[in-house]
């Protein structure tokens, strides 16, 4: 997800009610001596709620220029006791420790957005001896589900290629090989547009205590026992936050929330029947793929989202950490340009010289401007 856009923030902004546990979380532990810390802001709203709330001081941090419209809302709900801040949490240099630290940073199947390790740093560098987190424990769960249609639309559907040139009076072609691809793709929200019928009682698949953790990889499993007969076509999972004692599900059946609750397909559909026991193994490592195997009698279905887009030989080769890269001629452009980047030339003299040096890479002005701005954003 693309934090820069404001539209992108809508989401979470109107999600009343999510905002709400957070606000009854915050009812009980902010007092007029509390510094609040809210890391990865965005614009500002669970923060804001806290300074509404009558605390000492509330610090808004968020990398993104939405910030500006953070500080703005600050203004405009008369909000004296707030500062923002830009800057990535791992660049921020105050000297405080917070009471309260606000986070939202579990994303959908809890690693989804790899923001954990941030999490954990706040925590270290700037929450005082006693003070809170929200939220400060998090589980995963996951449920077998029967997903007939959703599975036809994201998965088998592959092999009915045909069937749809038929209808339309097309040539013949046929697609069953991107089948094995879509069948290793996590799929989000799902439910919204698809039935789905849970065949057994939701298990926790993970429980992380987000006061301690200091990993943010997922090596689990979790099992169930069958209690409805069909077909398990995958396993839905969710996650859910503790905010001040209070349990937040995130859950479709429990309510509306702009989290979506996520679709690990099986290769091959699986007939269940009640008291079958049914496992699944869970792992990711951090900024990795997820792994999950469904388990069941001697049987046993391996997939990874690693598996979900084709792969050269030469990708695989550069993924693996004992790769030696050598730059290749963009990679040689983008040295070049940084090593201009020392304050003597202006952004368009940059582009002009690259024109010059790389004409391959960067035909013309504009295009070496493209590239320049996003080194100049990110990178001085
Ligand atoms: C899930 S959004 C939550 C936004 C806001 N707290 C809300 O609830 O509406 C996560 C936010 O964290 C920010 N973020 C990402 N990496 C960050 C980092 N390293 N330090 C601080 N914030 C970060 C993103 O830009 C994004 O605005």
């Known amino acids: 997800m693309s934090y820069e856009q404001v539209a992108s923030h809508r989401y979470m902004v109107f999600d009343g009610r999510r905002n709400a546990a957070y606000v009854r979380a915050l009812e009980k532990i902010i007092t007029p001596d509390s510094v609040v810390l809210d890391i990865g802001a965005g614009l500002g709203v669970l923060g804001l709620f806290a300074a509404k709330l009558g605390a000492k001081k509330v610090y808004l941090v968020e990398p993104e220029s939405v910030i500006e419209v953070a500080r703005k809302a600050a203004a405009a709900s008369g909000l004296t006791n707030v500062e923002c801040i830009r ?113 057994a009682e939701p298990a926790k698949a993970l429980e992380l205590d987000l006061a301690t953790a200091t990993e943010a990889a997922c090596n689990t499993s979790a ?65 990795g793929e997820w792994s999950w195997i469904t388990h069941y009698g001697d049987g046993q279905q391996r997939q990874s989202s690693f598996l979900s887009r084709p792969l050269a030989p030469a990708d695989l080769v550069k993924k693996a950490a004992s790769y030696k890269p050598v730059r290749n001629e963009r990679g040689r452009a983008a040295a070049r340009a940084l090593e201009l980047m020392n304050g003597e030339h202006s952004v368009a003299e940059i582009a002009a010289i690259m024109v010059n040096e790389f004409p391959a890479v960067y035909p013309d002005q504009p295009a070496a401007m493209r590239l320049l701005r996003g080194l100049v954003q990110q990178l001085s």
Request: glycine content about 8%.
């Open 223 to 287: 099992e169930v026992t069958i209690s409805t007969q069909g077909t398990a076509h995958g396993w839905q999972s969710w996650f859910s936050m503790r905010l001040a004692g209070e349990w937040y599900s995130t859950a479709r059946a429990d309510g509306p929330t702009h989290w979506s609750e996520t679709f690990l397909p099986l290769a091959e559909p699986l007939p269940v029947h009640p008291g079958d026991v049914l496992g699944i193994r869970l792992s990711r490592p951090e900024y």
């Open 87 to 199: 800057a990535p949490l791992e660049e921020l240099t105050l000297d405080i420790r917070a009471d309260v630290i606000i986070s939202v940073f579990t994303g959908n199947m809890l690693f989804g957005e790899d923001l954990l390790p941030t999490l954990f740093q706040a925590r270290d560098r700037f929450l005082a001896p006693g003070g809170v987190m929200l939220p400060d424990a998090a589980r995963l769960m996951v449920t077998p589900v029967s997903a007939p249609e959703g599975y036809e639309h994201h998965v088998s559907g592959w092999d009915d290629f045909p069937a749809l040139c038929e209808e339309h009076k097309l040539p013949a072609l046929d697609y069953s090989g991107a089948r094995s691809f879509a069948a290793n793709t996590l799929v989000y929200d799902m439910g919204s547009k698809y039935t789905q019928e849970p065949l």
